[in-house]
């Protein structure tokens, strides 16, 4: 159910694109929009079939968007360490997934954004305005996005899929294709997730064997610990501002 509504929020930011794409792409020579689909015409003239070309891809990565968004920016480690917050304090649905995958999403904005500008300056605005092609602002568009992963990837998960795509050595780690480079990524991601979360785990732990000691201590054996232990770990966690500290460990974590 999470991951469903986790699609559904980066969809609807990808439809939201879409139709502010419509526009262009209705006034397209050589492309037309109907109630039966997109219509492509036939045209000998080499501009029109590029501007064809180039909103088709367009159309292409904004399909991929949501898979773009999941496995090359940092949004996986910080939606994982929020779910393992929210599990470790025991909240059950407090704060519901809406809200964890907002703030999830904004964090990641917020870290991507010096990404984001670079491929603005040195991608899509010189495309745009026609000074460089489109496999020149692809291959640079791939650059920058294998920079920013590979600042967050360990040699050991390089060398995994490395050796199994058959790829040698290269003299850059950046010669490395994305079809290396991303689950290489992802994998490191986890990781670094799971391991933030098990610390997110002692303190609240701590607080439930306290909390259950005492009661049996009492000989209060039959009441549930974690009703006693969920206020105190509330407490806990605001006492020490503890989504301010979350946010600023999270962003921390890929500043290099």
């Known amino acids: ?33 109907s109630d039966n689909g997109i219509t492509i015409s036939n045209t000998d003239d080499p501009a029109e079939i590029s501007s064809s070309i180039r909103l088709l891809l367009l159309l292409t990565v904004l399909s991929l968007l ?9 949004f996986t480690r910080i939606i994982i360490v929020l779910g393992f917050l929210r599990n470790s304090m025991g909240t059950q649905q407090a704060p519901p997934n809406q809200i964890l995958i907002g703030l999830a999403l904004f964090l990641t904005f917020f870290i991507m954004t010096p990404t984001v ?37 360990g040699e050991k998960d390089l060398a995994l899929f490395a050796g199994m795509a058959g790829e040698q050595a290269p003299e850059k780690l950046t010669d490395l294709p994305l079809t290396v480079v991303t689950p290489a990524f992802m994998i490191g991601e986890m990781k670094k997730a799971f391991q933030m ?60």
């Not at 602002?137 to 294998?146: D, G, V």
Request: with cysteine; net charge neutral.
């Open 1 to 33: 159910m999470q991951k469903k509504k986790i699609l559904f929020v980066i969809v609807l930011a990808a439809v939201l694109v879409g139709l502010f794409c419509s526009v262009s792409l209705a006034s397209a020579p050589g492309i037309s929009i």
């Open 66 to 74: 949501p898979s773009i968004l999941i496995m090359m920016t940092s």
């Open 117 to 153: 500008v670079r491929l603005n300056n040195e991608a899509l605005q010189p495309f745009s305005d026609g000074t460089i092609g489109m496999e020149e602002a692809a291959a640079t568009s791939s650059l920058i996005m294998k920079e920013f992963m590979l600042k967050q990837t």
């Open 197 to 256: 979360g098990f610390m997110l785990y002692i303190p609240f732990l701590v607080v439930d064997m306290v909390v259950a000691s005492t009661l049996m201590a009492m000989g209060m054996m039959m009441l549930p610990p974690v009703m006693i232990s969920l206020p105190f770990k509330i407490l806990l966690f605001l006492l020490v501002d503890g989504w301010h500290l979350i946010s600023d460990i999270l962003v921390r974590s890929f500043v290099k």
